[in-house]
């Protein structure tokens, strides 16, 4: 990864919400996703660079992110503040059904940072799309997790499992996998009013 970013890199917050905490999802790896995401908005927050929120709005009666319930709700860690862009989904592609792909363009963004849940569904949805629409695509390795899966066989599949798996199928064909560590050094922070560096 270059050492530093361009200024008009957005991160998207991928589906932070608070139905995702329900006992129905099963067990989940890397309990640290939120602190990270947290870390990172608040560092693009203070370089006033693009950030753009991804809101699932399910259309599966027994979803918790069901829009007229409470688990559509983003967590408090990714709350959105004003002037901070929504897309709402209902499928796993924030790229599909929704006026991103264009707000992209209207807005000169190339680069895309990528954080939130869950590594193998939405987050490697919109990651593989972003890749194949010719988006420079970072993947935050920690600042994303999912739970346990069960195969069509009946073989349960941990989550830290899943989540290795999608990421190195990921890496290198669709985005560049990353750390947290490594944007926060890639993101220099406004320290004056001077707007310098």
Not at 107 to 121: A, K, P, S
Not at 124 to 147: E, H, K, P, Q, W
Not at 154 to 169: C, D, R
């Amino acid at each position: 990864m270059e050492p530093l970013l361009p200024t008009n890199t957005a991160l998207l917050i991928i589906d932070v919400q608070q139905g995702l905490d329900a006992p129905q999802w099963g067990k989940r790896n890397n309990p640290d996703a939120e602190a990270n995401i947290a870390r990172l908005l608040q560092a693009w927050r203070k370089a006033r660079r693009p950030v753009i929120h991804i809101q699932h709005c399910s259309v599966h009666p027994d979803s918790p992110l069901r829009p007229e319930l409470p688990g559509c709700e983003f967590k408090a860690e990714a709350k959105p503040i004003e002037g901070e862009p929504i897309f709402k989904k209902s499928v796993n592609s924030a790229f599909i059904g929704t006026g991103l792909e264009a707000f992209l363009g209207n807005n000169g963004i190339e680069q895309l940072v990528m954080v939130g849940l869950t590594t193998d569904h939405c987050v490697s949805s919109t990651t593989r799309m972003a890749g194949n629409l010719g988006f420079v695509t970072l993947l935050v390795s920690d600042a994303t997790a999912t739970f346990d899966r069960k195969g069509p066989d009946g073989k349960l599949y941990p989550a830290e499992t899943i989540h290795a798996v999608h990421l190195a199928s990921l890496n290198d064909e669709f985005c560049e996998v990353v750390t947290t560590e490594a944007l926060m050094q890639a993101v220099p922070q406004k320290h004056s009013t001077t707007g310098q560096d």
